[in-house]
T-cell receptor, first 115, second 113 residues
Framework: GDSVTQMEGPVTLSEEAFLTINCTYT??????LFWYVQYPGEGLQLLLK?????DKGSNKGFEATYRKETTSFHLEKGSVQVSDSAVYFC??????????????FGQGTILTVHP | ETGVTQTPRHLVMGMTNKKSLKCEQH?????MYWYKQSAKKPLELMFV???????ENNSVPSRFSPECPNSSHLFLHLHTLQPEDSALYLC????????????FGPGTRLTVL
């Protein structure tokens, strides 16, 4: 079945540092890939997405590129802010299964940014 | 504004109580989901509804009973819960097709005493 693996956290950075959160996946065919963010006390918000190979999703300074050859979708940001402190989830929507619209999530990575 | 609302936002209940969680989406979607998010555990998919029909039940105990009266509303009825059921319960919706994103509500923080 489909699966998503994220780098273990927590990740702790200083403000303006470079961020990378690794995500790799296993799926048949060509899934769509997503990054979600969860701020403290809130639900998940879609941060960015990519629907085909070599697509780059971007939003709020975050970027991720759909790499079919390495089955990866790593999240990057050039300069993090304290307000980026949150939990980040990598997810995919595949072509198999019986339920339409179902997502497979990674375990989440906690990011803490210090001033 | 996510378009998915959940009530109540916080709920404290005893093990013998009966309560219900409500989810409403204003996005015109026809697929809805319940997730459980516990501390230090991965996000757990509980139930999936496509066009008001339940298409997945991931071995959820019968003390959790979902109801989907129409494509815009989803309920989770709770009875005789256990303290380990304390968690954040998230509702989501999407178009009922593959390769699309889901939209989440803010969640209900449930505490079982």
């Amino acid at each position: 079945g489909d699966s998503v693996t994220q780098m273990e956290g927590p990740v702790t950075l200083s403000e303006e540092a470079f961020l990378t959160i690794n995500c790799t996946y296993t799926a048949t065919g060509y899934p769509s890939l997503f990054w979600y963010v969860q701020y403290p006390g809130e639900g998940l918000q879609l941060l960015l997405k990519a629907t085909k190979a070599d697509d780059k999703g971007s939003n709020k300074g975050f970027e991720a590129t759909y790499r079919k050859e390495t089955t990866s979708f790593h999240l990057e940001k050039g300069s993090v802010q304290v307000s980026d402190s949150a939990v980040y989830f990598c997810a995919l929507s595949g072509v198999g299964g019986t339920s339409y619209g179902k997502l497979t999530f990674g375990q989440g990575t906690i990011l803490t940014v210090h001033p | 504004e996510t378009g998915v609302t959940q009530t109540p936002r916080h709920l404290v209940m005893g093990m013998t109580n009966k309560k219900s969680l409500k989810c409403e989406q204003h996005l015109g979607h026809n697929a809805m989901y319940w997730y459980k998010q516990s501390a230090k555990k991965p996000l757990e998919l509980m139930f999936v509804y496509n066009f008001k029909e339940q298409t997945e039940n991931n071995s959820v105990p019968s003390r959790f009973s979902p109801e989907c009266p129409n494509s815009s509303h989803l309920f989770l009825h709770l009875h005789t819960l256990q303290p380990e059921d304390s968690a954040l319960y998230l509702c989501a919706s999407s178009q009922p097709k593959r390769l699309v994103e889901q939209f989440f509500g803010p969640g209900t923080r449930l505490t079982v005493l």
